[in-house]
Structures are given as structure tokens and as C-alpha cells.
């Protein structure tokens, strides 16, 4: 029997590979499956014009040249050849790197590695509204700080940092900027040059493009960038990555990148957004003690996060399955801790573990914003009915000033 699929609503934990990226992909897994690397005949050059092609649609992307594109096998690899790629090609610099406290994992297990190798690494707080207090990085960057690694948008809130002010703070300083764009790409027009960005992180599987491919970009002038490889091997992609180029993936990446292209100067996000503005406002209007995480200004148009105080978050999640969102809780593990990166905006836990993240997409349709409208509005209002908390919060009563007899 065929299993009936929720709403997909979590296009910030992976996107639908688009069935035109899907097409171009087909002929390289079958008939055109020559090595990119073999010179001596035509399966080789023909799998060698896919991959430049891709080559120049990402760059094409971010703003790009080609000869500044480096793939890789996602943006946790990019990450990780990033940051300690360059940590260790400059070392000698110095051994300070800058982050904040709500980066991804990758960016951040990169970071704590390094530590163990005998860097120093500051992790920045961020502000209520999720995004960084510029002073404060200024302040951190010392003569031994050789990286800065902030992400462009984050993948649990949504929240945009100001990028090009990192950009021109670190050029004035004489840093490198490594931005982890993954969750901008799709929606946000990026470009290297005009932000100041040194390295630049891309994910295939959060664009429309198919899993277990990425690139990272490496500015090749006014700096020119080093890093040290992390993988040995054949030499491919200048040293700095080898292993056998996947023609097929990279091809779907390329493709995915021109289709983002598209979608961002042709007005397809624009829908986007109007979609998760109608989710919002259809929210907001049906029920009251709602909590929006990070700022509503400076955040995606695809992400909307909120806490629904009152309600019981597993509850929550079971209540609502017909529709694929991601909770607060569990984001980072099995275990049912609230999210580090709600944590860090000073959500407090209670509703930190009521937070639901909605993450919209291409190919999402009004009827189903209004489908999951209906159901996460009447299920929010059961799971009140039930709450005492919430029946004293309506008379009134301040909860917070309650003593709670101890048990
Ligand atoms: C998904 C994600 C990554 C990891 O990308 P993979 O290609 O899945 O390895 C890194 N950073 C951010 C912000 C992400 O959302």
C-alpha cells in the first residue's frame, strides 16, 4: 500500500531534488560515465565539460569564477577544509580563530578539533535577535587571528548575520572570512566580491540539487587563499581535494545552482516568502502566546520558527504529523535537549522545547499552508484546553510570581 506522505515543510534540513536537476544528472549515470580526469579520449572529455560547465554555473551563483570553485562532498567537508584548511596553512600567523556559538556543527566540531591541536577559538554570543554584535567581533580579532567563520543564514532560525560588514571588518583587519552560506543560496542573492567573503561553503542538497555533493569556494585574488588539503590522493581540483570528480553529482549541483540563479532574480522566492508570511500570519491570527525565534527582519524567507507556548512540544510533534516540520528538541541528538542555538538566543528551555521549525520550499503550495494552518491551529488549542497553565495564564494570573511548593 502506498505509505501517504505529510506536507513537506522542512526544506531547511533538505530540499526535493528538482526533477529538471534530476534530468540533467540521468545521462552521466549512464552512457556519458567517463572519468573527468582521463585526457587521452572522449568519455573523459566529454565528463570533463559536464564538470567545468557545473564549474561555472556555481560560480556563476556566488559571483564566482570557475577556477575558484573546489568540490567537495558537502558543506560538512567544506566546512572542515575551511577552517582547518586554513588554520593550518597559517599557523604560523598566527593560531586565533573566530566563530559564533551558533554555527553549525560542522563549523563548530571543526573548531573544537582544532582547539584539541592547540588553537584558541572564540565562540561569539549573538544577540536576542540571533544575529552578532559587530563591536564585539571587532573587539575579538587580535594580531594572531587568522579566521573568521560566520554563517550567512542560519539552518535552525533562519536569522541572516550581517555578512558584508564581517566582510569589510575583516579586510580592514587583514582576516579571512570563511562563510558558511549553505541555507542562503536557494533564496538570498550572494556574491563573494561584494560581501568580502574569502571562503564560501555550498551544499547541493539544500538547493534542489541531490545529496553528498558540495563545493567551497577559495578567493584566488586580493588574498589569494591557501589552504592545507585534507584529503591526499590524485592531485584533483589544484591539490586542494582529491578523489575521482562525480561527474553525475557535480552536474546536479551545477544545475541546481543555475535553477537558484533563476528562482532568485525571476521572483520564484517572492512566492516563497508569501507562503511563509500566509503560514504566519494565519497563526498569528487563530492563536495568541506565540513566539517567534530570531529576527523577523533579517531571516530567510523560507524559515519561519516559533514556540507555542502552553503546549507540550512531543505532544505537539505527534499532534501534528501531517505535516514534516522539526522541533527544538532533539535537534542536535536522541536525547531530548533544547537546541544550542535557541539556547544561545536566551530562549528560555520551557519554550525552547515548544519551538517548531517550518522550513518552505519550491515546491510547497498555498493549499498546503492552509491545510497545515488548520490542523497545528485546532491541535495547539486541544493541547491548551488540557493545560492548567495556560487556563491560569487567561485569568490573569502571573505565573511568575507563583512560589511553586517544592516536592
Ligand atoms: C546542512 C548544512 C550543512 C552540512 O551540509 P552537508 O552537505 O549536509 O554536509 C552545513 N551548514 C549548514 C548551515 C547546513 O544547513
Known amino acids: 500500500m502506498p505509505r501517504v506522505m505529510p506536507i513537506y515543510f522542512d526544506n531547511n534540513a533538505t530540499t526535493p531534488c528538482d526533477p529538471r536537476v534530476v534530468e540533467a544528472m540521468i545521462p552521466y549515470l549512464g552512457e556519458r560515465f567517463g572519468n573527468p580526469a582521463s585526457r ?57 580563530i573566530i566563530t559564533v556559538a551558533t554555527e553549525h556543527k560542522a563549523v563548530l566540531d571543526s573548531c573544537h578539533a582544532l582547539e584539541r591541536d592547540g588553537f584558541e577559538v572564540s565562540y561569539l554570543d549573538v544577540k536576542a535577535d540571533g544575529r552578532i554584535d559587530l563591536d564585539v567581533l571587532a573587539a575579538a580579532i587580535r594580531p594572531d587571528t587568522i579566521l573568521v567563520s560566520v554563517m550567512f543564514a542560519n539552518n535552525e532560525i533562519g536569522v541572516i548575520q550581517p555578512v558584508a560588514e564581517i566582510g569589510a571588518l575583516c579586510k580592514e583587519k587583514g582576516v579571512l ?34 545529496k553528498g555533493i558540495g563545493a567551497l569556494y577559495v578567493r584566488r585574488g586580493r588574498p589569494r587563499v591557501r589552504l592545507q588539503a585534507l584529503i591526499d590522493g590524485g592531485g584533483h581540483e589544484r591539490g586542494l581535494r582529491s578523489g575521482t570528480l562525480p561527474t553525475h553529482q557535480i552536474v546536479g549541483l551545477g544545475k541546481a545552482a543555475e535553477l537558484c540563479k533563476e528562482a532568485i532574480e525571476g521572483g520564484e522566492v517572492e512566492k516563497i516568502r508569501a507562503l511563509r508570511d500566509r503560514l504566519w500570519s494565519g497563526l498569528q491570527a487563530e492563536l495568541d502566546e506565540l513566539y517567534l525565534n530570531g529576527s ?11 514556540s507555542f507556548a502552553y503546549v507540550e512540544g512531543e505532544a505537539m510533534m505527534m499532534g501534528i504529523k501531517r505535516i514534516a516540520c522539526s522541533s527544538g528538541s532533539a535537534c542536535t541528538s536522541a536525547s531530548l535537549e533544547p537546541s544550542y542555538v535557541l539556547r544561545a538566543l536566551g530562549v528560555d528551555v520551557e519554550l525552547a522545547h515548544t519551538s517548531i521549525r517550518f522550513g518552505l520550499g519550491r515546491f510547497n503550495t498555498a493549499a498546503e499552508v492552509d491545510e497545515a494552518l488548520a490542523i497545528i491551529v485546532e491541535k495547539v488549542k486541544f493541547l491548551r484546553e488540557m493545560s492548567p497553565l495556560y487556563e491560569m495564564f487567561k485569568e490573569g494570573i502571573d505565573l511568575k510570581s507563583i512560589q511553586w511548593e517544592a516536592h
Open 296 to 306: 523577523w527582519e533579517h531571516r530567510l524567507p523560507n524559515n519561519l520558527n516559533v
Open 177 to 210: 572570512f570563511h562563510c558558511d552560506a549553505v541555507q542562503a543560496l536557494a533564496y538570498v542573492p550572494v556574491n563573494v566580491e561584494a560581501l568580502g567573503i574569502d571562503l564560501l561553503s555550498i551544499s547541493a542538497h539544500k538547493m534542489y540539487g541531490p
Open 40 to 96: 587521452n579520449h572522449a568519455y573523459g572529455w566529454e565528463a570533463q565539460e559536464a564538470v567545468e560547465l557545473a564549474r561555472e554555473q556555481v560560480a556563476a551563483l556566488i559571483g564566482a569564477t570557475a577556477k575558484e570553485i573546489v568540490f567537495t562532498s558537502g558543506a560538512t567537508e567544506s566546512n572542515n577544509l575551511a577552517i582547518k584548511g586554513a588554520a593550518l596553512y597559517y599557523e604560523k600567523k598566527g593560531k586565533h
